[in-house]
Protein backbone atom coordinates (compact mmCIF):
# COMPACT_ATOMS: atom_id res chain seq x y z
CA UNK A 1 0.00 0.00 0.00
CA UNK A 2 0.86 3.68 -0.47
CA UNK A 3 -0.47 6.95 1.18
CA UNK A 4 -0.06 10.29 -1.05
CA UNK A 5 -0.42 13.52 -0.20
CA UNK A 6 -0.23 16.27 -2.70
CA UNK A 7 0.54 20.02 -1.83
CA UNK A 8 1.23 23.23 -3.73
CA UNK A 9 -2.34 24.56 -5.42
CA UNK A 10 -3.17 27.38 -5.07
CA UNK A 11 -4.59 30.85 -6.61
CA UNK A 12 -2.42 32.00 -10.36
CA UNK A 13 -3.11 34.26 -12.83
CA UNK A 14 -3.41 32.57 -16.62
CA UNK A 15 0.43 32.35 -17.54
CA UNK A 16 1.71 31.88 -14.89
CA UNK A 17 3.38 28.60 -12.59
CA UNK A 18 2.61 26.40 -10.14
CA UNK A 19 4.30 23.36 -9.25
CA UNK A 20 2.61 20.53 -7.34
CA UNK A 21 4.53 18.12 -4.86
CA UNK A 22 2.86 14.63 -4.17
CA UNK A 23 4.99 13.01 -1.08
CA UNK A 24 4.32 8.97 -0.99
CA UNK A 25 4.93 6.76 1.90
CA UNK A 26 4.46 3.30 2.71
CA UNK A 27 5.86 1.09 -0.23
CA UNK A 28 8.57 0.97 -2.67
CA UNK A 29 7.82 4.24 -4.83
CA UNK A 30 9.41 2.81 -7.49
CA UNK A 31 7.48 0.30 -7.71
CA UNK A 32 4.35 2.31 -8.97
CA UNK A 33 3.06 4.19 -12.21
CA UNK A 34 2.95 7.68 -10.81
CA UNK A 35 0.29 10.16 -12.80
CA UNK A 36 -1.76 13.29 -12.02
CA UNK A 37 -5.16 13.63 -12.59
CA UNK A 38 -7.83 16.48 -12.34
CA UNK A 39 -11.15 17.09 -12.08
CA UNK A 40 -12.89 20.64 -12.66
CA UNK A 41 -16.25 21.62 -11.12
CA UNK A 42 -18.92 19.39 -13.14
CA UNK A 43 -16.82 17.94 -15.24
CA UNK A 44 -15.30 14.34 -15.14
CA UNK A 45 -11.91 13.53 -13.79
CA UNK A 46 -9.27 13.52 -16.21
CA UNK A 47 -5.86 12.01 -16.73
CA UNK A 48 -3.14 14.71 -17.29
CA UNK A 49 0.38 13.01 -17.21
CA UNK A 50 2.02 10.14 -15.93
CA UNK A 51 5.79 9.14 -15.16
CA UNK A 52 5.68 5.33 -14.86
CA UNK A 53 7.37 2.80 -12.98
CA UNK A 54 11.20 1.96 -12.91
CA UNK A 55 10.82 -1.27 -14.64
CA UNK A 56 10.17 1.44 -17.64
CA UNK A 57 12.60 3.84 -16.67
CA UNK A 58 10.13 6.70 -15.57
CA UNK A 59 9.42 6.99 -19.47
CA UNK A 60 6.63 10.16 -19.43
CA UNK A 61 2.88 10.59 -21.42
CA UNK A 62 1.02 13.44 -21.17
CA UNK A 63 -3.11 14.90 -22.26
CA UNK A 64 -2.73 16.51 -25.35
CA UNK A 65 -4.46 19.54 -23.56
CA UNK A 66 -0.94 19.84 -21.48
CA UNK A 67 1.89 19.12 -23.68
CA UNK A 68 4.25 21.47 -23.99
CA UNK A 69 3.11 23.09 -21.00
CA UNK A 70 3.30 20.64 -18.25
CA UNK A 71 6.29 18.55 -17.09
CA UNK A 72 6.06 15.49 -14.52
CA UNK A 73 9.11 13.98 -12.93
CA UNK A 74 9.70 11.80 -9.98
CA UNK A 75 12.56 11.49 -7.64
CA UNK A 76 12.17 7.65 -6.38
CA UNK A 77 14.86 8.47 -3.35
CA UNK A 78 12.51 11.26 -1.72
CA UNK A 79 9.31 9.18 -2.86
CA UNK A 80 7.32 12.45 -4.38
CA UNK A 81 5.79 13.28 -7.52
CA UNK A 82 5.86 16.34 -9.17
CA UNK A 83 4.14 18.47 -11.55
CA UNK A 84 5.37 21.71 -12.95
CA UNK A 85 2.98 23.84 -14.37
CA UNK A 86 3.52 26.65 -16.89
CA UNK A 87 1.74 28.68 -19.06
CA UNK A 88 -1.24 28.27 -17.25
CA UNK A 89 -5.16 29.22 -18.56
CA UNK A 90 -7.99 29.21 -17.09
CA UNK A 91 -9.15 26.13 -18.18
CA UNK A 92 -6.56 24.21 -16.23
CA UNK A 93 -8.95 25.33 -12.83
CA UNK A 94 -9.23 21.98 -11.23
CA UNK A 95 -8.72 19.94 -8.29
CA UNK A 96 -5.30 18.01 -8.71
CA UNK A 97 -4.94 14.73 -7.50
CA UNK A 98 -1.97 12.36 -7.67
CA UNK A 99 -2.12 8.34 -7.95
CA UNK A 100 -0.11 5.33 -7.71
CA UNK A 101 -0.46 1.98 -9.68
CA UNK A 102 0.71 -1.33 -9.83
CA UNK A 103 -0.62 -2.05 -13.43
CA UNK A 104 2.67 -3.55 -15.16
CA UNK A 105 1.60 -2.81 -19.02
CA UNK A 106 3.22 0.25 -20.94
CA UNK A 107 -0.06 1.27 -22.77
CA UNK A 108 -3.42 1.89 -21.24
CA UNK A 109 -1.95 3.91 -18.33
CA UNK A 110 -4.10 6.83 -18.50
CA UNK A 111 -7.12 4.95 -17.29
CA UNK A 112 -7.77 6.17 -14.03
CA UNK A 113 -9.46 2.26 -13.37
CA UNK A 114 -5.61 1.45 -13.34
CA UNK A 115 -5.02 3.07 -10.66
CA UNK A 116 -5.44 1.76 -6.98
CA UNK A 117 -4.26 4.57 -4.54
CA UNK A 118 -4.75 8.15 -4.45
CA UNK A 119 -4.30 11.52 -2.66
CA UNK A 120 -7.24 13.72 -1.33
CA UNK A 121 -6.25 16.75 -4.23
CA UNK A 122 -5.36 20.25 -4.33
CA UNK A 123 -6.98 22.96 -5.54
CA UNK A 124 -5.42 25.03 -8.38
CA UNK A 125 -7.12 28.26 -9.68
CA UNK A 126 -6.60 30.13 -12.75
CA UNK A 127 -7.76 33.10 -12.89
CA UNK A 128 -8.13 35.25 -16.43
Known amino acids: QVQLVESGGGLVQAGGSLRLTCAAS????????MAWFRQAPGKEREFVAV??????????DYADSVKGRFTISRDNAKNTLYLQMNSLKPEDTAVYAC???????????????????WGQGTQVTVSS
Open 26 to 33: GDIFGNYN
Open 51 to 60: ARRVWYSGTT
Open 99 to 117: AASTFKGYVDIRSEGRYEY
